[in-house]
């Protein structure tokens, strides 16, 4: 493999990729000329002088050493980690034009990939946009060279842990303390046995779940309880596998969070999939019910339900009409379950079934439906789509954390189940990264 040329060049930037990196081609007069470009840390508009990071057949990689001339749109990174962390990759540009960016990387999508487009573009949905990242999965690592124990995000480089001392995107009382946490790992015996911190937080607690590789000692165990006292969080280990979670001292907070407008309370446990901007999960779960447009003894199905984030707040307005989830974690269905009763619903089942799987003779299914909503994974839902009896649907809502899998399934509805792409529209669940959140709406029958 050839070396890479470590001399700075000048480039101008052209676009921003879908992963939020500035796209340039190598100028007239590079050996590369023409070759593509992805830049980090510059934006459109903009001519940078940059340095090579990478190199492959197709496209070459580099990071910005300077910004020659600056996009009008770029603003002060709020965070002094910006640029090494791995965690956001927008906060240089301005809010307005990230939401921008994301609605256009949606709308690409489903013309690129599915070769649709939706009759309207739905307002896009904001919230919280600091101090919103409520899960996550922070890695630990000891360095020698640094004689410190680093607890962050990957860096850019996800060879290397990134050196936090704050984070402007994660709930304060953690993403102010990572120094604290990264200081409590280094004075345990058993620092180089943890290799990760997962964060989780409800209403009342924020969880930290201290994945171990060996036994702790009792003073290690010891400093952890401290360390939750004084900061006021929860403990938990984690000595194996995800059934292997339990509390440091045998009790802990329950955690939860409400759904206030539809007077719901969800429980979960610290490794469970909850949304990860508290704000922005309830104004997505009222514009999805509002979309779906429950009427009076309509039966709607929720299919990756999870803890029955959509599904509970859909049996409060259902009234006399029946709710079905359907999700492939068991534990998740158990505590569904356990939701519904915890609130009183009595509207509302939850079953266990692989959605990728064949579904035929799933008892759940036999009775129909009238509206359907979808909120699937990064992988979509073509599996399910393809075995469900759309004919009978009046409605489909689809919540996506992946656009190019929405495209893909959107392609499918309308291009061969012959359904129409009503309106699709972005929510920004996760502010400063290219993360793409979003909802479509699909009606019976081809229209335009």
């Known amino acids: 493999m050839a070396r890479l040329d470590q001399t700075p060049k000048t480039v101008v930037i052209s676009d921003l990729s879908h992963d939020g990196r500035g796209v340039a081609h190598w100028p007239e007069g590079h050996p590369q000329a023409g070759k593509t470009l992805f830049v980090s840390g510059a934006l459109?508009?903009?001519?940078?002088?940059?340095?090579?990071?990478?190199?492959?057949?197709?496209?070459?990689?580099?990071?910005?050493?300077?910004?020659?001339?600056?996009?009008?749109?770029?603003?002060?990174?709020?965070?002094?980690?910006?640029?090494t962390c791995g965690g956001c990759a927008l906060q240089h540009l301005d809010a307005d034009r990230q939401i921008e960016y994301k609605q256009r990387v949606l709308l690409d999508n489903l013309q690129r990939i599915g070769h649709v487009a939706p009759q309207a573009v739905l307002p896009p949905l904001r919230a919280d946009s600091w101090g919103y990242r409520r899960k996550g999965r922070l890695s630990v690592r000891r360095v020698e060279k640094k004689d410190k124990t680093l607890v962050g995000f990957r860096e850019q480089d996800p060879r290397f842990v990134a050196d936090l001392h704050e984070c402007h995107t994660i709930l304060p009382p953690l993403g102010f303390k990572l120094d604290l946490l990264g200081a409590l790992v280094d004075g345990m015996d058993g620092r180089r046995d943890i290799p990760q911190i997962e964060f989780i937080g409800g209403d009342a607690a924020i969880a930290l779940v201290f994945r171990h590789l060996q036994p702790l000692a009792e003073a290690d165990r010891a400093r952890l309880a401290a360390f939750g006292a004084e900061h006021g969080f929860a403990i938990f280990l984690q000595p194996g596998g995800t059934e292997s979670v339990h509390p440091l001292n045998g009790t802990a907070p329950a955690l939860s969070f409400h759904l206030s407008q539809w007077n719901v309370e969800l429980q979960f446990k610290p490794l469970d999939f909850i949304q990860v901007n508290a704000k922005l999960n309830e104004a997505m779960i009222a514009r999805a019910l509002d979309l779906l447009d429950v009427q009076p003894g309509e039966r709607v199905l929720d299919l990756f339900c999870g803890l029955g984030n959509f599904t509970l707040p859909l049996a409060r307005v259902a009234g006399e009409g029946a709710v079905v989830g359907v999700e492939g974690d068991a534990g998740l269905v158990a505590r569904a379950r356990a939701n519904a009763e915890h609130n009183g619903l009595n509207n509302v089942s939850f079953h266990a079934a692989d959605l990728a799987q064949d579904l035929r003779g799933q008892p759940w299914l036999k009775r129909?439906?009238?509206?359907?909503?979808?909120?699937?994974?990064?992988?979509?839902?073509?599996?399910?789509?393809?075995?469900?009896?759309?004919?009978?649907?009046?409605?489909?809502?689809?919540?996506?954390?992946?656009?190019?899998?929405?495209?893909?399934?959107?392609?499918?509805?309308?291009?061969?189940?012959?359904?129409?792409?009503?309106?699709?529209?972005?929510?920004?669940?996760?502010?400063?990264?290219?993360?793409?959140?979003?909802?479509?709406?699909?009606?019976?029958?081809?229209k335009g």
């Open 44 to 83: 459109p508009g903009e001519t940078v002088s940059v340095q090579q990071t990478a190199r492959s057949k197709h496209f070459d990689e580099a990071r910005t050493l300077q910004v020659l001339e600056a996009s009008k749109d770029r603003v002060t990174p709020r965070c002094p980690h910006f640029g």
């Open 368 to 446: 129909g439906f009238d509206k359907l909503l979808l909120d699937p994974a990064r992988a979509g839902a073509i599996e399910a789509l393809k075995q469900l009896p759309l004919k009978g649907l009046k409605r489909i809502v689809y919540v996506s954390c992946h656009p190019g899998s929405l495209a893909r399934d959107a392609g499918y509805l309308v291009n061969e189940a012959g359904w129409t792409l009503r309106e699709a529209g972005v929510m920004d669940m996760f502010p400063h990264t290219a993360h793409v959140e979003s909802i479509a709406v699909f009606e019976p029958g081809r």
